[in-house]
Structure formats: structure tokens, C-alpha cells
């Protein structure tokens, strides 16, 4: 049992620690850390090479579920109710899904 609830622990230690690295003590923004703009043109990322190339190879880096989760909600624009029907998950576990997603692909 102690295995398996440390298994559980560790990545909540390990979302801890990439918020650290993001966000002071004041849970502002690093400056380096700061969200930067891809290119000039944003409007259609999902048509340049370069960016898709980018955004496939840190959705691999997801856990599968996760992987799934996001490209559900980004890239197909189903609902959260949907998603969790069709993951089997409840919606407290899908929008900490999505947030630890978001921090992951960030990082």
C-alpha cells in the first residue's frame, strides 16, 4: 500500500515543483518564464508547419489520458461533459487533467 500512495503523491510533487519553476512567491510571473508570442501572425498556428511539429511532439510527452484530454477539448472542441462520457472520468479529475496539461505542454 505505502508503494502505491507514494505513487500517487509524486505528481502533485512534481506539478508543485514545474509551478515553482513558472511563478514567484507572489504567484506572479517569472519574468523568463513569461508566455511569449509564437510569430507576429497567430491566427492560424494550427496551419504552420513549424508549430504543429512543435505541439505534436510535447502532446507525446502527456500521459496517454491526458494526451486524449487535451486534444479533445483543443483540437476537436468537444464539451468537458462529453469528454469525461467518453474518457469515463469524472469532471473534477478532467479539468485537473486540462490544468496540469497546460502546465506541462508550457513547460
Keep these: ?5 507514494k505513487k500517487v503523491k509524486q505528481p502533485v510533487d512534481k506539478d508543485n515543483q514545474i509551478l515553482a519553476d ?10 523568463a518564464s513569461r508566455p511569449k508570442d509564437w ?3 497567430q491566427n492560424n498556428l494550427l496551419d504552420d508547419d513549424e508549430f504543429l511539429e512543435v505541439l505534436n511532439k ?3 510527452e502527456l500521459p496517454s489520458n491526458w494526451n486524449t484530454c ?3 477539448k483543443y483540437l476537436t472542441n468537444k464539451k468537458g461533459k462529453e469528454i469525461c462520457q467518453q474518457l469515463n ?3 473534477s479529475n478532467y479539468w ?4 496540469r496539461s497546460k502546465i506541462q505542454l508550457r513547460d
Excluded at 485537473?96 to 490544468?99: D, G, K, L, P
Design 58 to 60: 510535447c502532446l507525446d
Design 70 to 72: 487535451v486534444k479533445l
Design 39 to 41: 510569430k507576429e501572425n
Design 89 to 91: 472520468i469524472s469532471q
Design 1 to 5: 500500500m505505502d508503494h502505491y500512495r
Design 96 to 99: 485537473q487533467i486540462i490544468h
Design 22 to 31: 513558472f511563478f514567484d512567491e507572489n504567484k506572479e510571473w517569472k519574468h
